[in-house]
């Protein structure tokens, strides 16, 4: 059963550039988390998704990101126009109920270096 | 708002002396206490949930147990290959997102 996916692993962006990073959930999850880890620092939650839904967004910035988790294909977390600061590493994670209480299993991350 | 501290930053073992690590949190309901492990360059690796006072969960050398205010992860003989970040996080009755501390940076010396 293979785990939580993402891809790119790394990726490189010039700053006014898009990003755009995906995420499959493990098989039979259909809640999707993403978060940001900034070097030294913890994981920082962004956005909860089901299939065609976002639960909370709580943690996304208002402006530049979004994300969506159609019912067909990978969860997307995309960043327009990065700036320097969006430098970080992006981890997706699933469950398989409700965040309330379901662990949630994490992908490996995108790493994302804006020049 | 919901918030969890870990303590210490960093540990630093001698292979075979046993410690803990501590996560204290603070939530208005707690749904659900989890820790990782999280090597460098690496996605963060679940080990264990935990969800009443009381608890306690094993395995290997790692021991977590939680109280209402705070959670432990015990290392028992710890090895080299223990060396990593273990991360807590708890999630809130009334939430789906979870709420993550800053990490303990354990090494162990051979």
């Known amino acids: 059963n293979a785990g939580v996916m993402q891809n790119p692993r790394h990726l490189v962006r010039r700053r006014g550039q898009e990003a755009r990073l995906r995420c499959s959930p493990m098989k039979g999850h259909s809640h999707v988390y993403w978060y940001r880890q900034l070097p030294e620092e913890g994981l920082k939650f962004m956005v909860y998704l089901q299939k065609e839904n976002i639960i909370d967004e709580s943690g996304m910035p208002k402006e530049r990101f979004s994300a969506e988790f159609p019912k067909e294909g990978p969860s997307i977390l995309r960043i327009q126009q990065v700036v320097r600061g969006d430098s970080a590493a992006y981890f997706c994670a699933s469950s398989r109920q409700s965040g309330g209480g379901e662990t949630q299993y994490f992908g490996p991350g995108t790493r994302l270096l804006v020049l | 708002e919901d918030q969890v501290t870990q303590s210490p930053e960093a540990l630093r073992l001698q292979e075979g002396e046993s410690s803990s690590l501590n996560c204290s949190y603070t939530?208005?309901?707690?749904?659900?206490l989890f820790w990782y492990r999280q090597d460098p360059g690496k996605g963060p690796e679940f080990l264990f949930t935990?969800?009443?006072a009381g608890e306690e969960k094993e395995k290997e050398r790692l021991k977590a147990t939680l109280t209402k205010k705070e959670s432990f992860l015990h290392i028992t003989a710890p090895k080299p290959e223990d060396s990593a970040t273990y991360l807590c996080a708890v999630i809130n009755t009334n939430a789906g997102k979870s709420t993550f501390g800053d990490g303990t940076t354990l090494t162990v010396k051979p």
């Open positions: 935990l969800y009443s």
């Open positions: 939530v208005s309901g707690l749904r659900g």
